[in-house]
């Protein structure tokens, strides 16, 4: 694409640069195109729709040309655009933290369907937290929750508090500094507790989109992709009230060995479900009262 002397409108850079993102292998070419557009020419999807002979000035199809080559080298649209909407809310997103992805409301809602007995009250941890979407939107549709997000990585707790402040729910939802749980101390204990954390197995083939620019310390478990998930379920009975319930993503295929994690640690009523794709993306159990500290 060039800023020639040709017209080149909304319809015509939009149908060049999906072609070219699809030729280079993108599984969302015309989407990734829609965004980036909008971006520059301050508007969203239905804007482009309504006025596709709407032609883009020298400045403007500069500005896009720059975009359009960072998406071709593979860059994520999200921190292209510095936000992505999870849970219906836009969440600010950069290199320091995950790109939040649909897969994971489903963690959100089995959260909310486990603890619909205490609606109206309940202490939550949120491990691994990154962007804080999960903590975040579970202080937003619980607003009389108390939810701590916890991090071992310094800089996503940065992002987690900038989008607890724009989403308004500081201070009931605040985040700690924490390798798991080893600086939140005995006397902490929770009601439910849910987690994200890193279960790719090291080794496994990952689409460069993710493997050149999403932070690895969020990505890999180790050898099988269960390092971390196996030191969660250890570790959080010591954290939760009786009839406390541990909530934990998955990746696809884990779902059998994780639930024998859960029931060998005492948690009872142990269950997957399934995110929008139909695979078991969320193991989470109850633990039986004899289990609690």
């Not at 989403?167 to 101390?185: N, Y």
């Not at 050149?212 to 009975?237: C, N, Q, S």
Request: charged content about 25%; glycine content about 8%.
């Amino acid at each position: 694409m060039t800023a020639s002397s040709d017209i080149w409108t909304v319809r015509r850079v939009l149908a060049w640069a999906a072609d070219d993102l699809r030729d280079k292998g993108s599984d969302t070419p015309r989407l990734d195109a829609e965004l980036l557009l909008a971006q520059v020419l301050g508007t969203n999807r239905i804007g482009l729709i309504v006025d596709p002979e709407r032609p883009l000035s020298k400045a403007e199809l500069s500005t896009y040309r720059d975009l359009h080559k960072r998406r071709r080298s593979a860059e994520p649209v999200a921190y292209m655009l510095g936000t992505r909407e999870f849970y219906g809310r836009p969440f600010r997103v950069d290199k320091r933290v995950l790109v939040p992805r649909p897969d994971t409301e489903a963690l959100v809602e089995e959260a909310l369907d486990r603890l619909s007995h205490l609606s109206m009250s309940a202490r939550v941890l949120d491990l691994c937290t990154g962007s804080g979407c999960v903590a975040i939107t579970l202080a937003c549709e619980r607003p009389t929750w108390s939810v701590l997000g916890t991090d071992i990585s310094a800089d996503a707790l940065e992002v987690a508090r900038d989008n607890a402040a724009r989403l308004g729910t500081t201070p009931r939802c605040w985040f700690r500094q924490s390798d798991l749980f080893a600086d939140l101390g005995v006397d902490h204990r929770f009601d439910l507790i849910t987690a994200n954390p890193p279960y790719i197995a090291v080794g496994e083939r990952l689409p460069q989109t993710i493997f050149d620019h999403e932070p690895h310390l969020a990505l890999f478990g180790g050898a099988d992709g269960l390092a971390i998930a196996r030191r969660i379920i250890a570790e959080a009975p010591a954290h939760l009230c009786p009839g406390g319930v541990l909530a934990m993503e998955i990746g696809a295929g884990q779902a059998p060995d994780t639930a024998k994690l859960f029931e060998a640690a005492g948690f009872t009523d142990v269950r997957a479900r399934k995110d929008y794709g139909g695979i078991d993306r969320v193991v989470s159990g109850v633990l039986a009262a004899a289990q609690a500290p």
